[in-house]
């Protein structure tokens, strides 16, 4: 089946993080009933749980399974809501996924001392790139980057 074509709201959800990835499980009444209301903001779907649960006195499990939510997440979204308010609701942009410290100038550092025997450990390379670059790196950034050097050519 062809995927339908985004429309702007979808994109603007998507683009901020705020796209329920399972619209389909939210299945409150004011979500069904009311255009309002969109079970595609997931943003809008956690408020309306809390807020269920807060003012109308719902249960959580209650309130978590109508709006398609875990437990947990209703338990989160509490604890975001209360200590910053219907912004800190809003998922936060993830971070890096790649190597983003190590430039081409420390890899290059690394592989030169990786070549001396004995090779030094993780633990030394770590402090040989804070000397020579004052960069603060932990030790598995290391090996993941010497690990991808030797499956090169």
């Not at 979808?10 to 389909?24: I, K, S, V, Y």
């Not at 249960?59 to 308010?85: E, K």
């Not at 609701?89 to 420390?106: W, Y």
């Not at 990786?114 to 598995?140: A, D, I, K, N, T």
Request: hydrophobic share 35%; with cysteine; aromatic share 6%.
């Amino acid at each position: 089946m062809p995927r339908q074509p985004l429309d702007d709201k979808t994109r603007a959800l998507r683009e901020r993080g705020c796209l329920n990835p399972h619209p389909e499980s939210v299945r409150d009444e004011l979500f069904l009933s009311n255009a309002f209301f969109d079970p595609n903001d997931l943003l809008q779907v956690k408020y309306e749980m809390l807020r269920r649960v807060r003012e109308d006195g719902d249960s959580v499990s209650s309130a978590a399974t109508r709006f398609g939510l875990s437990r947990p997440t209703f338990y989160s979204a509490r604890r975001a809501y209360d200590a910053g308010g219907l912004p800190a609701l809003v998922p936060a942009r993830p971070g890096p996924r790649r190597a983003h410290k190590l430039g081409q100038e420390v890899i290059e550092a690394l592989r030169a001392a990786w070549q001396q025997r004995p090779p030094p450990s993780s633990r030394e390379l770590v402090e040989l790139v804070r000397q020579r670059f004052g960069l603060s790196v932990h030790r598995r950034s290391i090996d993941r980057v010497l690990a991808r050097q030797k499956k090169r050519p």
